[in-house]
Structure formats: C-alpha cells, structure tokens
C-alpha cells in the first residue's frame, strides 16, 4: 500500500513564525501535491512537484513555498505564518502516468494564533 | 475555467436506503472524472474515476457513478448505505498536468 505521512497531525504557532510542514511517500511517486481544506471551499493547490527541484504553483501560493529535494519529501513552508493560514494542510503524490490517481496523507491542522 | 460544483452541504440517510451525491462540473474538453472520500481524521480516499467509455463506473466499498455529458453531471449513487460510509465526498475533475479541481465536498451522515 502506497503510505503518505505528514510530519504532524495537529499544529500550533504564532503569527510571524516560519512554519515547516513535511511530507514523505514511500512509493516512488514523482508528483507531490499540497492542498489547503476549508469547510465550504473543498480542497485547494497551493503547489504541485513533478520531480526533484522541480515546482510549480498552484491556485493559491500567495504566502508559501516548497521545497522538494529528494523524490520523497515534500516540504510546505510559511514564511511568516499569519492567522488566515490557520487551516487542514494535506498533501498528496501520484504517479507521473496516473497523475490524477492521487494518495493523501492524513492532514496537519495548522491553528496559527 | 474549470469549476465542480457539489450542490448539498450535507446529507442524512438512514442505514440500509439508497443514496446519491450530486456533482457538476464545468469544463471545456471531456473531463476526467473523480470522487474521493474522506473518512474523519483521515486523507481522501479514490472512490471511483471516469476517463472513456461505459458512462457508468463502478468503485469500491459498493459505489457507482454515472457520467451524464448533457447534464454535465457525475453523481455518486449505492444503493445501500451502511453506518461506515459517514463521511465527506468530493467530486473533482482532472485539469491540465496531473491537477484536481475539487467540489465543495458534501458531508454525508448515516442515522441507525
């Protein structure tokens, strides 16, 4: 079974605070995902990686940034987390010929206080 | 641009009816087509996908979808619904490299 793990399930930090959140597969997947949830508006990209290095953004980068330095982290980062980041952050991975096919992990719940 | 639309917030049934999730979505070319579960306290879950073909798919845990072009719709049907499938339902639609465009979502409750 393809796994998908989020470093945290549950996470609190203060307005101002550089926030990491880490995603790791442990399929070999080459695209990795992050999506924002709130109640009402579904499920969001903020960013897309198709391969290492290799990012581009989604419907709402505006306040984040990714790294992906090895195939199977992927890593979201608040530069200066703000209240309106307070939010469900799953991310997901795909194969590159099944790209729709995509496996979440379980979800951070980001409060940003 | 491409939009899904999930028309109802929430849905109750009662153990053992049938049940159907209604989704539109908005697209220019033949949509690939999705829904996902989320259990509570899990990630989404692929129920069931629509690329070709037969209009009418079937997924697992029982679940079926038919893809109706005139009425741009994919809704979401069982015929039974058991305690277990309490939980939120996503349509989505497949966009331009390997992205989802997903619904509102719609949270389904299940009374004994």
């Known amino acids: 079974d393809v796994k998908v793990t989020q470093s945290s399930r549950y996470l609190v930090k203060r307005t101002g605070e550089k926030v990491f959140l880490e995603c790791v597969q442990d399929m070999d997947h080459e695209n990795m995902f992050w999506y924002r949830q709130d109640p009402g508006l579904g499920l969001r990209l903020i960013y897309f990686?198709?391969?290492?290095?290799?990012?581009e953004k989604g419907d709402i980068p505006e306040g984040y940034s990714v790294s992906r330095e090895k195939k199977e982290r992927f890593s979201l980062i608040l530069e200066s987390a703000s209240t309106n980041q307070t939010s469900m952050y799953l991310c997901a991975s795909s194969l590159s010929d099944r790209g729709y096919e995509q496996y979440f992990g379980p979800g951070t719940r980001l409060t940003v206080t | 641009a491409q939009s899904v639309t999930q028309p109802d917030i929430h849905i109750t049934v009662s153990e053992g009816a049938s049940l159907e999730l209604r989704c539109n979505y908005s697209?220019?070319?033949?949509?690939?087509l999705f829904w996902y579960v989320q259990s509570p306290g899990q990630g989404l879950q692929l129920l069931l996908k629509y690329f070709s073909g037969d209009t009418l798919v079937q997924g697992i845990k029982g679940f079926e979808a038919e893809f109706k072009r005139s009425q741009s719709s994919f809704n979401l049907r069982k015929p039974s619904v058991h305690w277990s499938d309490a939980a939120e339902y996503f349509c989505a639609v497949g966009v331009r490299g390997n992205k989802l465009v997903f619904g509102a979502g719609t949270i389904l409750r299940v009374k004994s």
């Open positions: 990686s198709y391969d290492v290095k290799m990012k």
């Open positions: 697209y220019g070319a033949t949509p690939y």
